[in-house]
């Protein structure tokens, strides 16, 4: 099969770098909707399928690309760059321009907010060869986003930085080596084409490549915008870095997964939690334990309550942790009712990470006889472990 990259630059560069805007969490379909600690659900679905990237990777409808891909380097304005010891803050510029190419539906300029100019001219070189222009296909899509605040998180680390000044390396290289065969990407050979996929892809072993380090990193952000989408509040996450040479770039796409695999996995935690709690509350019931009444059990005696004074508290969450020995990382809490665990929340300790829920995406709502009913919220990281703790609390009364 033949194997061409504009295709494969419209997959997994253009299609992942400009994914909209939005939430990290799956809103719910109503976020005043009550279900029992009964109705859960998964918090993860996985999406990505390489094998299906690299089966479509190949196309034979080429033509030649215009005088437009010279002219762009003059995209974006030159306060997108600047001396890396101006204070931080002014990496605000690239993240309204990035902002504003969104709302103008300029794909171009986007582009220049994300990349160093060597893998813009590259990309839009590649994309504007098929036969339907790509990019003004996408640039079609306009937004209505207003940037209400822009929050600095914390500093990213020298790892993070690396990572992504390799990626550049790396594509910079796959662009060098079109280049040493001769530029014309139709006539590489199926050889050339399988290399310079898999190098574009990340699929070579490290020890394998020949990567010429070419750029650097001075500082990077990690940062969250604040914003409203046609009226509507929202948010999304940012890491933000100066490039030698080359000015601010930013980019949201692994930022947000990031921040999605952070809070899937603390919602897996609660509901690992919630399993242990469960299976030792039927054993105690079993052995004749009498559990009834509704109270909340913690990591530690200043989130219990209400608990009745026949419970052996320490019995329960020494067998909890007995059995699930990653406990001792987390703080939490179980709201038991009537000896079911109804629902529990939990917080990693030390860690930016947000509060994980289960049932995932749901506070404590109301009692029903012997059952509690929770309220599901288009987002859980907007609260703490003590604000949940309080709202269970109340809800015990």
């Keep these: 099969m033949r194997r061409i990259f504009a295709s494969a630059i419209a997959i997994a560069v253009i299609g992942t770098s400009l994914s909209s805007c939005g939430q990290v969490e799956e809103p719910a379909s109503n976020e005043n909707e009550i279900s029992s600690a009964s109705e859960v659900k998964s918090d993860y679905d996985s999406d990505s399928n390489d094998e299906n990237i690299k089966d479509n990777f190949a196309s034979d409808d080429l033509s030649k690309s215009d005088d437009d891909v010279s002219n762009s380097s003059n995209i974006l304005s030159s306060d997108l760059s600047g001396d890396a010891s101006e204070l931080s803050f002014d990496y605000e510029n690239v993240i309204r321009a990035y902002f504003d190419a969104s709302n103008e539906g300029d794909y171009k300029k986007i582009l220049r907010t994300m990349f160093p100019d060597k893998e813009v001219e590259a990309i839009l070189k590649l994309t504007e060869l098929g036969a339907n222009n790509l990019v003004e296909e ?7 986003y207003i940037i209400t605040d822009i929050v600095e998180e914390c500093s990213m680390t020298d790892e993070e930085l690396d990572q992504y000044m390799l990626y550049f390396d790396q594509v910079a290289g796959v662009f060098n080596k079109i280049e040493e065969y001769g530029g014309d990407v139709k006539a590489l050979s199926d050889e050339q084409r399988e290399e310079l996929y898999n190098a574009f892809m990340g699929f070579t072993a490290s020890e394998d490549d020949d990567i010429k380090h070419i750029y650097n990193a001075t500082e990077g952000y990690d940062v969250t915008v604040y914003y409203t989408n046609s009226g509507e509040p929202d948010e999304d996450y940012f890491f933000v870095y100066y490039v030698d040479g080359e000015g601010w770039k930013v980019n949201n796409t692994m930022r947000k997964f990031v921040k999605k695999s952070k809070q899937s996995a603390t919602n897996a935690t609660a509901k690992t939690i919630f399993n242990f709690f469960a299976a030792t509350l039927t054993d105690m019931e079993v052995n004749g334990t009498d559990l009834s009444g509704t109270y909340i059990i913690g990591s530690d005696n200043s989130m219990n309550y209400n608990v009745p004074s026949t419970i052996n508290v320490s019995e329960i969450r020494n067998k909890v942790e007995s059995d699930y020995s990653d406990i001792s990382k987390y703080e939490y809490f179980a709201i038991i009712v009537n000896g079911s665990c109804s629902y529990v929340a939990v917080y990693k300790k030390s860690d930016d990470s947000n509060v994980g829920v ?40």
């Design 138 to 144: 996408l640039s079609e899509n306009k937004t209505n």
């Design 358 to 397: 289960y049932p995932i995406l749901s506070i404590p709502k109301f009692l029903n006889d012997d059952r509690l009913e929770t309220e599901k919220v288009s987002k859980i990281d907007t609260y703490t472990l003590d604000e949940l703790f309080q709202i269970a609390k109340d809800v015990i009364g």
